[in-house]
């Protein structure tokens, strides 16, 4: 079960974010539904999970994209774990912990991106585009995230105690 669940989000999400949610963009914002998925995997089934599925999620972006190779899957791997290892040691998982811990790894995503893109990056572009770039995307990626995480926790059994 947990294979084909694997499975589909890595053949479905990839394309899914590069074809259709490239015409549907709020404001020119897309969510990033890899990092979320992986992030959420992470908070729900724990670290290891959250890994697996982060690095072939990462390394199916890296193959289909023009962005440096690599990246894609140390960031979505390591956001993976670090969503499980965090959620592990929370006394209280709740929606409002998805979306701090949402919000947290998108701005730390954005900024390894927004360094990497550019060849090195000073202060003050880092600051001219957090409010304007980094900050937009990462509040709307915990609001994708938070919505997941309530359809996750109504409708699934398992973790409608979370």
């Given at each position: 079960?947990?294979?084909?669940i ?8 990839v394309p899914?974010?590069a074809?259709v ?9 897309r969510?990033?539904l890899?990092?979320i998925?992986?992030c ?18 990462g ?11 690599w ?10 774990f ?59 990626d915990?609001?994708?995230a ?17």
């Open positions: 079960m947990k294979t084909g694997f499975l589909g989000l890595i053949l479905f999400l899914f974010q074809t949610l490239g015409s549907i963009s709020p404001f020119g914002i969510p990033d890899c990092l998925a992986a959420l995997m992470g908070f729900f089934t724990g670290q290891i999970q959250g890994f697996v599925l982060g690095f072939f999620l390394f199916v972006q890296d193959l289909f994209s023009a962005s440096d190779l990246l894609n899957t140390i960031t979505k791997s390591g956001v993976g670090f969503a499980g290892l965090i959620a592990r040691n929370l006394a209280n998982t709740a929606s409002h912990s998805a979306f701090l811990l949402m919000v947290a790894f998108s701005l730390f995503s954005g900024v390894i991106f927004l360094m990497t893109s550019r060849g090195g990056l000073d202060l003050v572009e880092l600051l001219q585009g957090f409010p304007a770039v980094l900050l937009p995307q990462a509040l709307f915990g609001l994708v938070v919505g997941l995480y309530w359809v996750i926790t109504r409708w699934t059994p398992e973790f409608s105690s979370v």
